[in-house]
T-cell receptor
């Protein structure tokens, strides 16, 4: 079955702009999580959505937001971009999500965002 | 405050030898641990996991060992192959707490032919 897809794969923006990233989970998966990966910090959890509701949120400013649609596809938005937002943004899907730690998360290839 | 630590940013091993990747954690609530492997331009892929009720889990060439008293786990790859060259992330979760996975910063493994 098809894996997790993310679009676009690469994005270049300038400071102050906003950006929207998209994630399509594996068919049947209802949980979508977003992570930010930077060289210095590794993978950091942004938020998790399950059945269109945000269930968990990481320690990121309010400029980072997301949503999930009825077909489980998810979008992440970053407003007022800063240089430090340059990172690889990964989304992961799973069937049930964090409430069951053994529910394996499957990652997409990521969106590489560069803020100039 | 880093709850999951991978203190070695990189590791080089010869093909055919054993690779040992280490991970330490500080949160005693963590009871489920995973290793992910990441190639460039790809997302992390699940490799192997272990529950805190076990101290060892094996899957082919990959074995994860868990030492709860030391809050330490390690991933052994035997024998190492050039295709194993990737970044390996250790992750931890608390089964009962509805908490997201907490990842280490990763260790880049290079297997030299």
């Amino acid at each position: 079955k098809a894996g997790v897809t993310q679009t676009p794969r690469y994005l270049i923006k300038t400071r102050g702009q906003q950006v929207t990233l998209s994630c399509s989970p594996i068919s049947g998966h209802r949980s979508v999580s977003w992570y930010q990966q930077t060289p210095g910090q590794g993978l950091q959890f942004l938020f998790e959505y399950f059945s269109e509701t945000q269930r968990n949120k990481g320690n990121f400013p309010g400029r980072f937001s997301g949503r999930q649609f009825s077909n489980s596809r998810s979008e992440m938005n970053v407003s007022t971009l800063e240089l430090g937002d340059s990172a690889l943004y990964l989304c992961a899907s799973s069937f049930r999500g964090f409430r069951w730690a053994t529910d394996t998360q499957y990652f997409g290839p990521g969106t590489r965002l560069t803020v100039l | 405050d880093q709850q999951v630590k991978q203190n070695s940013p990189s590791l080089s091993v010869q093909e055919g030898r054993i690779s040992i990747l280490n991970c330490d954690y500080t949160n005693s609530m963590f009871d489920y641990f995973l290793w992910y492997k990441k190639y460039p331009a790809e997302g992390p892929t699940f490799l192997i996991s272990i529950s805190s009720i076990k101290d060892k889990n094996e899957d082919g060439r990959f074995t994860v060992f868990l030492n709860k008293s030391a809050k330490h786990l390690s991933l052994h790859i035997v024998p190492s192959q050039p295709g194993d060259s990737a970044v390996y992330f250790c992750a931890a979760s608390a089964e009962s707490g509805n908490t997201p996975l907490v990842f280490g910063k990763g260790t880049r493994l290079s297997v030299i032919a």
